[in-house]
């Protein structure tokens, strides 16, 4: 069975028999350090700049408490807050400037 090269983990010691459930390993030995959080009250908006701005595919959405509430991934984020691309949109339609008018010089190679 393939599997993508990835940072040792309970998962990959398994089935590498390097070790066994039993000998110790815990969740935070395992665990990704340095969350991302906000708040359950925070916008969506302010939510998705902070899981862009610190390069992260999801962020922990948390009560007042500090408690989990779930989970807020940038795909389903993104979805929400992007219009849906038409099948037929080609780069050129979303190009701001026309480069083959006759200002446009070509650079050299």
Known sequence: MWLPKARPGLLDALLHR???PTQGLTARD??????LTASAEATLGEALAQILAANRRW?????????ALGLLHRQRALSVLLPPWPE???ASDLSA???SGPSFTKPRL
Do not use: H, K, N, Y
């Open 18 to 20: 390097r070790c066994s």
């Open 30 to 35: 395992l665990m990704s350090p340095g969350v």
């Open 59 to 67: 962020l922990v959405v948390v009560d007042a408490e500090g408690r």
């Open 88 to 90: 037929a949109t080609r």
């Open 97 to 99: 400037t026309d480069f």
